[in-house]
C-alpha cells in the first residue's frame, strides 16, 4: 500500500520551484503533497503526484536528477496527538523513520502524513494492526482514500 515519492534536486535559486510546478502543471501533472528542503546550494522537493511516472520523465526530460522511492501515506485524525500516535506505534515496532511531512486531504476531517521509513511493508503491517488507514496509490490520483 505504499505510494510512489518523487525527489528532485534542484539549484537552490529564484524561480526553480516555479519552474518545476510550472512544468509539471503544463504536463498535467496534478501536485498531491510536497515538501522542499534546502541547502546554500541545492534543494531537495519531495512530492506526491497524481502520475509519479509521467512527473518523473518530465522532470527528467528537463535536466532535474529525480528518483522515485515507495512511502507511506498514514491517514489521521485531524486533532492533537494524532500524529504522535502513529510516530510511536512504529517506534515500538523497531521501524525508523527517516523524515515525514503532512498534508490535508479535501475531502474529510483526517490529515494525511507522508513517510519515509526503514522498511515499508513492516511500517504497512504496524500501522494497519494499530488500525491506521494507509492511502493507496490510486486515492492519491484523486486525493480520496
Known sequence: MSVLQLSVFAENKPGALIEMTRLLGEAGVNIRALSLA???DFGILRLIADDP????RVLTDHG???RITP???AEMP????ALAHILLTLERAGINIEYTYAFIARHAENAYVVLSVSDCRAAETTLAAAGVGLLTADAAKFGAS
Open 38 to 40: 534546502d541547502t546554500a
Open 53 to 56: 511516472e509521467k512527473a518523473g
Open 64 to 66: 532535474y536528477v529525480v
Open 71 to 73: 512511502v507511506i501515506c
Open 78 to 81: 485531524d486533532e492533537p496527538g
